[in-house]
């Protein structure tokens, strides 16, 4: 069965910091990938997607990530974190014709002031 | 902005006592997903809908769940008669165009209780 998995349950940083959270699929065929944020309180809010082309997408709020086909990951960072980023990050996976989504568990990501 | 509303916020239900959880998706949208998320779990897909009926269905989808589109706008979720383990978040969403670049619109989703 598909799956998508990600590396950190919790992680904590001081503002400034560089992120980078891991996300790794085993779907292998063609996917549709995608992050969502979940600030405390609210809804899942899309982060950046990546359906083909240039494998470094740019998202909100100074986010990128990077799809490797080949580790069949897709790795959100961010240079500079701020206090404002803490939050849950979830990454999700479509197969390339279907239209629900696979999530992850999640990574809680704390930034301390 | 558009946005995925949905009612109540938080609901609190006896065990085997029947819950509708009401969803207002994106005006233009046609397919409508419900998910739900355990605490402490990942997100979990139970069901897609398309056209008036259910495309997809998950495993924890069974007889007790039932969604319904009964107007133009709402698209319910039915759980028949609950258990503890019901108790989640659960999330509806919409999209424009099912599979073919467009991403998923959540909604602040329903915190359901089951004591």
């Known amino acids: 069965a598909q799956s998508v998995s990600q590396h950190n349950h919790h992680v904590i940083l001081s503002e400034a910091a560089s992120l980078e959270l891991g996300c790794n699929y085993s779907?292998?065929?063609?996917?549709?990938l995608f992050w969502y944020v979940q600030y405390p309180g609210q809804h899942l809010q899309l982060l950046l997607k990546?359906?083909?082309?240039?494998?470094l997408v740019k998202g909100i709020k100074g986010f990128e990530a990077e799809f490797i086909k080949s580790k069949f990951s897709f790795n959100l960072r961010k240079p500079s974190v701020q206090w404002s980023d803490t939050a849950e990050y979830f990454c999700?996976?479509?197969?390339?014709?279907?239209?629900?989504?696979?999530f992850g568990k999640g990574t809680k990501l704390s930034v301390k002031p | 902005e558009p946005e995925v509303t949905q009612t109540p916020s938080h609901q609190v239900t006896q065990m085997g006592q029947e819950v509708i959880l009401r969803c207002v998706p994106i005006?233009?949208?046609?397919?409508f997903y419900w998910y739900r998320q355990i605490l402490g779990q990942k997100v979990e897909f139970l069901v897609s809908?398309?056209?008036?009926?259910?495309?997809?269905k998950s495993e924890i989808f069974d007889d007790q769940f039932s969604v319904e589109r009964p107007d133009g706008s709402n698209f319910t979720l039915k759980i028949r008669s609950t258990k503890l383990e019901d108790s989640a978040m659960y999330f509806c969403?919409?999209?424009?165009?099912?599979?073919?670049?467009?991403?998923?619109?959540f909604g602040q989703g329903t915190r359901l209780t089951v004591v």
């Open positions: 969403a919409s999209s424009g165009d099912r599979g073919r670049g467009t991403e998923a619109f």
């Open positions: 779907y292998g065929g063609t996917v549709n």
């Open positions: 990546y359906f083909s082309g240039d494998p």
């Open positions: 999700a996976v479509r197969k390339g014709s279907q239209g629900n989504l696979i």
């Open positions: 005006s233009n949208h046609l397919y």
């Open positions: 809908f398309y056209n008036n009926e259910i495309s997809e």
